[in-house]
C-alpha cells in the first residue's frame, strides 16, 4: 500500500532522531520560538512546557493521519486547528479533574499550546501523507526534540540569569541578568542554534548553497 | 462547496460532542477538587485545628428601583440589610438546606425569599468564611479578586479581629510562567502578611531588589506559621514597610497588592455596617 496519503515511512530510530536533532523544531525549524522564549526562564518551567507540547504532538499527529483520507484538502487547516483545540481541552479538563496536584504545576501552559506551529507543521507535512504508527513515532520524536529543547534552554537562562538549576541556588548572584529576559531568550536560542550547526556541519552535512551544487 | 461547509460542520458537531462529554464527565470531579483544595487552604491560612468549624456566608445585592439592600446568608439564618444596615428581616433556613444543599441551591432560595419585583436586579456578589475553635472566632477568610495581567487573579485573605492581614494565598491566575506566575511563590506573597489595617492601607510597591536578609525570612513562613514568624521576624517586618515587586512582574505585583487593599477596605466597611447581627 503506497499510494499519495501512505507514503512508505523512515525506520523508527530515524524519525525520533529528526526530530531530537536534524530537524528539532526550536533549534532546526525554528519553530514556536515566542511561547518557548517567554517560558523557558528556569528548567522546570520548560520541563512542564515540553511535556504538555509532547502530548498534544503525539495525539494530534495520531489523529491527523487516522483522518487523512477523509478530511478534504481544502479545509485541512481549519480542520487541525479542531483537532489541536480539542485534544488541549480534554487535556486541561481531565487534569483539572483527576490530577489537581499535576493540573497546579502545568495548568498554566497547557492552554497556551493551541496556538502552536510546530504541531500543525507535523500533521501537515507528515500525518497527512503517512500511515498511524508512523505518525506516532514522528510526533514522538518531534514532541521529544521540542522537550530538549526546551530543557537545554531554561537550563541555560536559569544557570546564568538566576545562578541555579531547578529552582537550588548553585552561586548566590544572577552571573548575567540579561539571559533570563526576552530578548536574552533569543540569543540563547540563537547560540544553541549555531551549536547545532556547527555539530551539523562536522558530522559532514553541507550548507544549503552547497547541496544545490551552486560551486560547481 | 456544500461539501466544504458539510465536511466543517460535522467536524465542529464531532469535536463538540467529545468537548461536552468529556466536560460533563470531567466537571463534577473538578468542582470537588476546587472546594476541597479552598477548604484545605482555609484551614491553613486561619492555622485552625482538625476539630474547628468554618461557616461561608454568602453576600448577594438586590437593587428594588434605586434603593439597594444587602443580604446575607449564614450557616443558619438568611439575613436582609437596608443599604445603612439597618437589620430589616431574619429568616431561618430551612433544615432542608442547612446540611448539604449545593451553592447554587443556596442561591435559588435565597433568590425565592427576596420577592422581587419584575424589574429589580438579584446577584450573588461575594462570599467569606468564618472559622471557630468551639464557640471562640478565629477569623475570617475573605474571597478578592484583581484584573492582572491578562484575566483576573484569585486570591484569599486570612483576616484577625482587627482586620489584620493573617496572610494571603493565591487561588487562581493566568500570569505568565517565570515572571507574572511568581505571584504565588512565599517571597512575594508573605510580603503581605502579618501587617495590620492602616498599614494595608497605605502600603506601597518599591521596584527596589528584595533584600537577601529578608527574602530568606519570607520563606521561614510556611514552616513558622504567623505566630513564631513573627516572633522571630517582626523587626524584619517592620523595617520593610513596602512590597517589593517581582522582577519583569511589576504591573501583576501591583495588581495583587492593589487587590489586597481594595478587599481589605471593603470588608471591613462592610463588616462594621452588619457584624453585629452576624
Redesign the interface.
Known sequence: MSDALTRPAPPVSELVMRGLFDENPVFRLALSLCPAV?????VK?GL??GVAVFVVQVLSSVSASLLRR???P??RV??FV??I??WV??MD??L???Y?VVYAQVG??V?LIVAFAIIISRMELFSMKHAVLPSFWDGFGMGLGFLLAMLLTGAFRELLGSGSIFGYALV?FRPLLLV??PAGGFFTIGLIMALFNWVDLRRGHKLPGEYKGCHG | ML??AF??TV??LV?SL??GG??A???P??LR?VAE?EQRLIGELLELSPTARVEEVRRYLVWRGNRLEALYLTAGALLRFDGSGALLERTELPAALAGSASADERDAWVQQQARLAADDTFRQVGRFFAGYEGARSAGYVIEGKSAGYKTWIRFFLAIDADYGLRGIEIIEH??????G?EITEPYFKHQFAGRSFDAIRTIEVTKDPLP?AWRAALEEFADLGLGGWLARHADQLAAHPEIHAIT?ATISSVAVTDGVKRALRNFRKRMQLVEAHL
Do not use: H, Q
Open positions: 517567554a517560558v523557558t526562564t528556569s518551567n512542564m512546557l477523509v478530511i478534504i481544502k479545509i481549519p480542520l479542531i483537532i483545540a480539542m481541552s480534554v479538563m481531565v483539572a479533574a483527576f489537581p498554566l501552559y492552554k548566590e533570563i529576559l | 461539501r466544504i465536511g466543517l467536524v465542529c469535536a467529545i468537548l468529556i466536560y464527565w470531567t466537571e470531579a473538578k477538587n483544595r493566568e500570569e505568565d510562567p517565570g515572571l506566575a537577601a519583569g
